[in-house]
């Protein structure tokens, strides 16, 4: 289930009323009559089903709520009603299926936006896998894929192209490449620090590494990989199953990649660098594609779902 809060105009209240009452799916409606004071109107409180809530937030948003009040959203994580119980049931589709395309669009905003933490947790991220790359340490790969911020510009992209905002795809490749760029360059630093105190040492990265050498030699598991860990991701944002995510991010190599090829070329190896450098591009082509085609699969699933519905 999901709580709306609407802060409306007083000249608006009873459409949205309307609105919420002949929605199927919608329950606990409260109105309080001019309690809101910035916007000034009415509050308008209400509970719905998950499968309703992207057809209930559009049609608010016909009524121009967003920009004449307020629209807040909240997931519940219990509720014990029986009302809410038939809410769900009455709702068209299941609620794990359902995508928010508002809620969507607005996190992927929120984590394909270029800021310094990105920058820190991508950068970190990275120089942590420079020391799993040296040391041919699997473990600490691992860690530096969990760190690692850039799922967040990789669903932006796709939900950009999904929903043909050509905004959100600017910032997120703007975020995605920068974030690259900044982290690798950094990361050479950080190889010439290290070695400059025998930490790093050019003979360790030119060693047979068997627990790391995956990471400069791609493959066609290293796409296959990265399309299955782009639908896992996806549906893991759309069902509200962030946790999810974690799982994704370890298993794909994008990370430690950029890391062996700043390495790498602090180092002059050069083959080594472009290896990674390819390993790199193959994931993030096979993340975004995957995200893509996950996105308007689940948009034609539920259109063609709503629609045999309707039709009954």
């Not at 998950?50 to 920009?67: F, H, S, V």
């Not at 909240?74 to 014990?80: A, Q, R, T």
């Not at 790093?200 to 860990?229: G, Q």
Request: aromatic share 6%; glycine share 8%.
């Amino acid at each position: 289930m999901l709580h709306l809060r609407l802060i409306t105009p007083s000249g608006t209240t009873d459409d949205v009323v309307r609105l919420i009452e002949k929605t199927v799916g919608t329950t606990h409606l409260v109105v309080l009559p001019g309690a809101a004071r910035n916007p000034a109107g009415d509050v308008v409180l209400c509970d719905v089903a998950r499968e309703a809530g992207d057809e209930l937030i559009g049609a608010l948003r016909e009524l121009g709520l967003d920009r004449t009040g307020s629209i807040a959203v909240e997931n519940i994580d219990l509720s014990l009603s029986k009302r809410a119980d038939k809410a769900e049931e009455e709702a068209p589709g299941e609620g794990a299926d359902a995508v928010l395309w508002e809620q969507l669009t607005e996190a992927t905003h929120e984590e394909s936006t270029l800021s310094v933490t990105y920058v820190a947790f991508i950068t970190l991220a990275t120089m942590i896998a420079a020391c799993g790359v040296v040391l041919d340490n699997a473990i600490l790969i691992v860690g530096a894929m969990a760190v690692g911020p850039e799922f967040g510009p990789l669903a932006g992209i796709c939900t950009s192209v999904v929903q043909r905002h050509p905004r959100l795809a600017l910032r997120s490749l703007i975020a995605l490449l920068v974030g690259f760029a900044v982290a690798m360059l950094i990361t050479v630093g950080f190889t010439y620090f290290m070695d400059g105190i025998n930490l790093f040492t050019k003979v360790r990265l030119e060693a047979e590494r068997p627990n790391t050498n995956f990471i400069y030699r791609p493959d066609a598991f290293s796409f296959v990989v990265a399309v299955l860990a782009g639908i896992a991701g996806t549906l893991s944002l759309t069902s509200a199953k962030s946790g999810l995510l974690v799982g994704v991010a370890i298993s794909v190599t994008t990370v430690p990649a950029a890391a062996n090829a700043a390495v790498a070329f602090a180092y002059t190896e050069y083959k080594q660098a472009w290896g990674s450098t390819e390993q790199l591009l193959l994931n993030l082509m096979g993340i975004v594609l995957a995200g893509t085609v996950t996105l308007l699969t689940q948009k034609w699933l539920w259109a063609s779902q709503r629609r045999n519905i309707s039709a009954r």
